[in-house]
């Protein structure tokens, strides 16, 4: 035994973790892409073309076998195997070759959307996963709830009439809200509005959005708008978008007057020895990190300092309402201020 | 009552909450501060709650300074683990010569006279109460220092300061700075460290907290690291210096428990845990007077004797079992033989031995009797003179006689660093497991807080062994 | 000098003469239930303490209590038990400790609640004393900390803080037992109902919430007509809270 080669005990030992890694490294992972591709069932696949037309019958395209094949990541014999099944259980039809739902179909795929925005919904108010998530997760999630957990899912959530992005989410009895508003390159200069929704998809696109920090349910005011870029104030900051990119947002006007509080920071630019009255949190900060702010007195009109400044740089300590609170700076950073 | 009407409650409350929108929390939580703060107007007079207390923000500027902060803080940590350690070793000395020099002979004299049955003596005297005398001897002497010292500093509200100024470290690997304390806490005990979890109120940070706890040090591994660094790593240097660097050494293995808790929090953040909500909040409480006597008392009860209690349930039959094993016969060998062989290839391969594996198998009760077991089934394999007896824990004043069993044992450098390292990398004790299994209430979390470290602790060891070997 | 404070009042007459007598755990058959609820860091446990003469761990950490601690005290031969509840700034969010504490005021029907608020943050701890006041009209706010407040010359009106909140209002500094006799008296007299409560309720809601809020409260009025928190509920509903709407269905909360 102890006249072994520890060289050989570290070959195995390095060998047996390169063969682990290569098999369960996250998503790329070949466990994960061999138990992808035995799940690609003939129910998934359905599900996902009766999405793919409702989305292009909504926004008034036209779609025929060859678009569907190009959307699709299935294997095309399995896209038109699939194709003929719908076509026998009247979830769809040809007309001549364009490919339209059937009252059973559309039902069907509201059902499928219903549970993709509610589990994004849930996603973004229970859970910690962050954004750029939010989307897959809710992809494999949609075929895998049946209507009761569906309900029972909604239910929790408190029925919510919006996911995440801003897009309805359609009742159990089909009811579907409308999105107000219209698209951010579409509107004069002046016009004070709130985002109601930001598309996430095409997926550059929405994480360029991400990026800039742009939030359903923030207050714009647009500054300039040309063929060239667009540009809005929002939450204290200055926003400049391509107008492709600003297509992807849609903002309702808001026609009652509203004061626009200018000179809006945020708490995390505070200086020592400056204090500040909060005007509200951003509506970026959600669910229990939002309820909690609020909980510890972070409410319009408190009155704001910084009482200590942390030796590592952050969290700062806050003075609100008597008490010495420390928040992170991602937390500060939601929390619009004006100073004084 | 109406099933139909409430049906219709529940529907119309749906209804409207569509028509209200998203913003009922905020306004509610608006208009209830708007209320507060009308009331207050009207009663608080010569309202100063603006500001905080003169004394209190003083106390705070200097605790949070860039330049005292971490000075003051490291001072306070280091002379809490400095008075535990040092102050213990009286009180342990004493209540060792009580319950294992006095009470332990006259208690077999005992037996002997009343005509107990040989095996029974031995299964209750030599296996349970002696592992029970055990633990309490080395147990309780740190626990009663440590965690009365913890609690006044918490009283006081100087360690929310801790947490403050240490966030923005435990941010990095996505934790909580109030980690800093439960990881200090587990310095004393890892299972009181995850009870004190509870002051971390979000659910990711908490269960980090609790998954990592066990990389602190805690009291029952500071002696074994002790004496083997002193016998091991003290010996290759002059004596003049030996101490030094065996207490280098053992801070060494401490400090690479805390790059492994940062390392693993961060992992767990990334994979994992990722889903779990997370919210931060830290307040920082006004600083109050602590009273001593109460929370010498309170610290006592609340802490150190459920702990103490928790770990002499568990450490009973961990007694009875060393003494079966080591006396149980199997052909020609005892059962703690057979294992020890079958386990002593595997040993090898991690830099280690039969026994010690065997010994920290059957002391998951409590680390406390690492030491004791090991020098058994040692002086039981090698068959040198020494010991109390089979299936007898002991240990010896002299460090000289230690180190012979070990090295009659086969015990080389390689040896000791790894049980150095497999000390520091092993399941939690069992009373740390039973605790997070009641924090977490999860089979699930609480077996990978078992299990995590063990293989990281095989991993190390493997890797310390193979390159040593190729090296040396 | 605490001790000494201790020992005098526990062996004044005033104090006996009343017949308290401290039952820590032991609450067997008791007549009442109390509840203790407050912010963190308010020595609500001290108040748990001095009441019940437990020596129940009370560190200066928000959020000690997770677990909740139960203790008695017998008073002119009533027997209450007392339950202290787990700090929390609000009972409006989902956490694990606003969530128990919520659920013991209103299912566990304290007969009398006892907020504990710190003098020196009287607006701050405001925020859930008047969520309490919507769920349960027997309450008494202890004024705790006033050794503090008396310190950092914030005086307060006592007569208008109670005439406003509709609930008696006793200063304590329950670490030198101070305040504790009139506290646990004015409890008694809440307990067995010479004393009732006509407590504030939250005002100046803005206009759509509040008209939400009615429409919910007359249909919940007509279903359960003698609930005490109709508007709670209503509050909860809109957020949809599925303990309350489960509550409702199992008639739980009636």
Known sequence: ?340 | MNQKNIDHIIELSNELRWQIGDDFHDTLTESMYANASNIVKNTVQNDNSKKRFQLDSKIDQIVTSKSFGFPIMFLILGLVLWLTIIGANYPSSLLANLLLDTIYPSLKSLALNIGMPWWLTGFLIDGVYLAVAWVIAVMLPPMAIFFPLFTLLEDFGYLPRVAFNLDALFKKSGAHGKQALTMSMGFGCNAAGVIATRIIDSPRERLIAILTNNFSLCNGRWPTQILIATIFIGALVPKSVSSLVALFAVIGIAVLGMVFMFGVSWALSKTVLKGEVSTFNLELPPYRPPRFWKTLYTSLIDRTLIVLWRAIVFAAPAGAVIWLISNINIGNESLAIWIIQSFDGFGFLLGLNGVILLAYIVAIPANEIVIPTILMLTVMVTGIAGGEGTGVLFELDSITDTAHILKAGGWTLLTAINLMLFSLLHNPCSTTIYTIYKETKSVKWTAFASIMPIIIGFIVTFLVAQFWRLLA | ?254
């Open chain 3, 1 to 254: 000098m605490e001790t000494k404070l201790n020992s005098t009042c526990e062996t004044c007459t005033h104090f006996n003469a009343n017949g308290l007598k401290k039952l820590g755990i032991h609450t067997h058959n008791f007549d009442f239930v109390v509840a203790l609820a407050g912010n963190p860091n308010t020595g609500k446990s001290t108040v748990f303490n001095a009441l019940t003469g437990l020596k129940q761990h009370t560190g200066n950490w928000p959020g000690k209590t997770v677990i909740r601690a139960e203790g008695g005290f017998e008073y002119k031969t009533r027997k209450y038990k007392l339950v202290d509840l787990p700090g929390t700034y609000s009972l409006l969010s989902t956490s694990e400790d606003e969530e128990a504490a919520r659920n013991f005021l209103l299912f566990g029907k304290p007969n009398v609640t006892v907020i504990v608020v710190d003098a020196n943050r009287l607006e701050r701890n405001l925020n859930l004393v008047l969520q309490i006041l919507e769920i349960t009209d027997k309450a008494v706010l202890c004024l705790n900390l006033m050794d503090e407040a008396k310190r950092n010359h914030v005086s307060i009106d006592v007569r208008t803080l109670s005439r406003n909140l509709g609930i008696p209002v006793v200063p304590t500094s329950a670490r030198f037992n101070q305040g504790i006799p009139e506290l646990i008296h004015t409890i008694s007299e809440i307990a067995n109902g010479t004393l009732v409560c006509k407590p504030y309720r939250i005002q100046n809601i803005p206009q759509n919430i509040e008209k939400a809020i009615k429409v919910l409260v007359t249909e919940i009025k007509k279903e359960f007509p003698h609930i005490p928190n109709s508007r709670w509920i209503a509050f909860r509903l809109l957020e949809g809270d599925t303990h309350i709407i489960n509550a409702l269905r199992s008639g739980e909360l009636v």
């Open chain 1, 1 to 340: 035994m102890s006249n072994y080669n520890p060289i050989w005990a570290l070959a195995i030992f390095f060998f047996a973790v390169i063969v682990l890694f290569i098999f369960f490294q996250p998503v790329k992972g070949w466990f994960w892409i061999l138990k992808k591709y035995f799940k690609n069932n003939e129910k998934t696949i359905i599900e996902d073309i009766l999405k793919q037309l409702y989305h292009f019958e909504n926004s008034g395209n036209k779609v025929n076998m060859k678009t569907l094949v190009q959307v699709l990541e299935y294997k095309n014999s399995s896209i038109v195997e699939a194709v003929k099944k719908m076509t026998i259980n009247h979830l769809i039809y040809f007309e001549s070759d364009i490919l339209k739902l059937s009252e059973k179909g559309r039902d069907y795929a509201l059902r499928i959307v219903r549970v993709h925005r509610l589990w994004e919904r849930y996603l973004a108010d229970k859970t910690g996963f962050s954004k750029t998530e939010w989307h897959n997760r809710a992809e494999m999630m949609e075929h895998k709830l049946n209507d009761d957990q569906t309900n029972m899912l909604a239910t929790r959530l408190g029925n919510p009439k919006y996911d995440p992005h801003g897009d309805p989410i359609p009742t159990k009895t089909g009811k579907i809200a409308q999105i107000k508003g219209t698209e951010l390159p579409l509107l004069p200069v002046n016009t004070v509005g709130i985002i109601t929704h930001i598309e996430d998809e095409p997926q550059v696109i929405y994480k360029q959005i991400l990026a800039e920090n742009i939030h359903i349910g923030s207050l714009i005011k647009v500054i300039e708008n040309n063929t060239t870029r667009i540009v809005f104030h929002s939450e204290g900051e200055a926003f400049k978008l391509a107008p492709i990119v600003a297509a992807n947002l849609t903002v309702a006007p808001i026609e009652k007057e509203v004061i626009v509080e200018d000179n809006i920071a945020r708490l995390s630019s505070l200086k020592e020895d400056e204090t500040a009255k909060i005007i509200g949190i951003s509506k970026e900060s959600r669910g229990e990190s939002r309820r909690r702010l609020l909980d510890l007195g972070f409410v319009k009109g408190a009155q704001v300092s910084i009482d200590l400044l942390n030796p590592l740089g952050e969290p700062h300590a806050y003075l609100i309402k008597g008490t010495s609170i420390a928040l992170r700076k991602n937390q500060a950073s939601k929390i619009l201020i004006k100073k004084k």
